[in-house]
């Protein structure tokens, strides 16, 4: 079963930092070729914002490199997103994602994931 339950949303002030983290089912854990986060403002198309692979090879957006990191942990079947130095431009609802069945050129691309979870919103303020 896919399951995918994000958590560690919240207010913070620009500067700060937040860690959210992503419960996934074994299944989807293990099962997963790709997991990421991704991001979306109202009246804007969901954008990708760091992602990981089976082998853990990471991608970064080009707006967070340097402040966020993802990273995941086996024992908790658990996707992490550390996010530093966080922006007002950071604002937006958070949410992760897998893709199961094949390796993608383009992980970073919301389209290229089958499963998502509800999302945590994420707001920063000046």
């Known amino acids: 079963q896919v399951q995918l339950v994000e958590s560690g949303g919240g207010s913070v002030q620009a500067g700060g930092s937040l860690r959210l983290s992503c419960a996934a089912s074994t299944y989807t854990y293990y099962g997963s070729r790709h997991m990421g986060w991704f991001r979306q403002v109202p009246g804007k198309e969901r954008e990708g914002v760091a992602t990981i692979d089976a082998d853990s090879s990471t991608n970064y957006a080009d707006s967070v490199k340097g402040r966020f990191t993802i990273s995941k942990d086996n024992a908790k079947n658990t996707l992490y997103l550390q996010m530093n130095s966080l922006k007002p431009e950071d604002t937006a609802m958070y949410s992760c994602?897998?893709?199961?069945?094949?390796?993608?050129?383009?992980?970073?691309?919301?389209?290229?994931?089958?499963?998502w979870g509800q999302g945590t919103q994420v707001t920063v303020s000046s």
């Open positions: 994602a897998a893709r199961l069945y094949g390796i993608s050129a383009y992980p970073l691309s919301p389209n290229e994931y089958d499963y």
